[in-house]
Nanobody, 123 residues
């Protein structure tokens, strides 16, 4: 089975930066698109960023464009989310997810979420 583990969350002041990391196992990592999602208290989980199996065609939610960068290292089976210019509204639990199908990048097809890592941005 697919196992995904997130790390790197924490408390940061508005305008600061954090780098989240995700390690995946149980799949041929280089064959699957990866994504980051987040969920704030009382709200539904939302898409944040995604990246293809090859590392190209990054996709971002409008709310984070220009501030977040997603990347992957297929040699290490990891995907990262570099977050800068953080805002209080970025506060949420961030989840890493692998796509359900190999060689597919459909934004609606992500699954296999990890346990999440908390990001809290103070004003």
């Amino acid at each position: 089975q697919v196992h995904v583990v997130e790390s790197g969350g924490g408390l940061v002041q508005a305008g600061g930066s954090l780098r989240l990391s995700c390690a995946a196992s149980g799949l041929t990592f280089s064959s699957y698109a990866m994504g980051w999602f987040r969920q704030a208290p009382g709200k539904e989980r939302e898409f944040v960023a995604g990246i293809s199996w090859s590392g190209g065609s990054p996709l971002y939610a409008d709310s984070v464009k220009g501030r977040f960068i997603i990347s992957r290292d297929n040699a290490k089976n990891t995907v990262a989310l570099q977050m800068s210019s953080l805002k209080p509204e970025d506060t949420a639990v961030y989840y890493c997810a692998a796509h359900k199908l190999p060689y597919s990048s459909d934004i609606s097809g992500f699954g296999s979420w990890g346990q999440g890592t908390q990001v809290t941005v103070s004003s």
